[in-house]
């Protein structure tokens, strides 16, 4: 079975740090893009963080770069996300998804998350 | 950055409608544009990727279609399942972005 399971979050003070797991299995993990996600409560998805199948590509979304850093373990399957400096903002559920891809007749191939994690709770507060 | 907007946010439906959700993109993404359904504690589900291609095991009453800024996703005949909330986002670059989502409520 293809799953993702997310650990490492918690209750952390302003200007804190965490750092988010992320264990794949039922895939050869390491031909996959893999992205973090995260959901305020009661509020929509925003995207926070990709990175390639070998871990030489990252991309950050403006409002944690800088202080998240995401890597890879293919050796171990692994997904994670060091988030420093801690803001009340990031306080969210954090879902990790595998990012299949599609190459069609276009030059760029297709890329959509279709395995998700069932998330960690991150929580920033005094 | 690209900004996805979804229209309506909220939406009253009945079982058996047929319904559409409507996701603009800021500039032209063509078609790179995914939706994805999240029920209550749930995480999110995939669709539609590519605008138009359905995920496999998602039920044929869903479609997408659009390309350029403009898309949409279509609920053929809406069943007890569907009521969620739906999410479109572009992947034509990064930061990859999400539209607001579009509740789907019991009328």
């Known amino acids: 079975e293809v799953q993702l399971v997310e650990s490492g979050g918690g209750l952390v003070q302003p200007g804190g740090s965490l750092r988010l797991s992320c264990a794949a299995s039922g895939f050869i993990f390491s031909r996959y893009w893999m992205s973090w996600v995260r959901q305020a409560p009661g509020k929509g998805l925003e995207w926070v963080a990709n990175?390639?199948?070998?871990?030489?590509?990252?991309y950050y979304v403006d409002s944690v770069t800088g202080r998240f850093t995401i890597s890879r373990d293919n050796a171990k399957n692994s997904l994670c996300l060091q988030v420093n400096s801690l803001r009340a903002e990031d306080t969210a559920l954090y879902y990790c998804a595998r990012v299949s891809r599609r190459t069609a007749a276009a030059a760029q191939p297709d890329y959509y998350m279709d395995v998700w994690g069932k998330g960690t709770t991150v929580t920033v507060s005094s | 950055d690209i900004q996805m907007t979804q229209s309506p946010t909220s939406l009253s439906a009945s079982v058996g409608d047929r319904v559409t959700i409507t996701c603009r993109a800021s500039?032209?993404?063509?078609?790179?544009l995914n939706w994805y359904q999240q029920k209550p504690g749930k995480a999110p589900k995939l669709l539609i990727f590519a605008a138009s291609s359905l995920q496999s095991g998602v039920p044929s009453r869903f479609s997408g279609s659009g390309s350029g800024t403009d898309f949409t996703i279509t609920i053929s005949s809406l069943q007890p399942e569907d009521f969620a909330t739906y999410f479109c986002q572009q992947s034509y670059i990064m930061p990859y972005s999400f539209g607001q989502g579009t509740k789907l409520e019991i009328k």
């Open positions: 990175i390639k199948e070998d871990g030489s590509e990252k």
């Open positions: 500039q032209s993404i063509s078609s790179y």
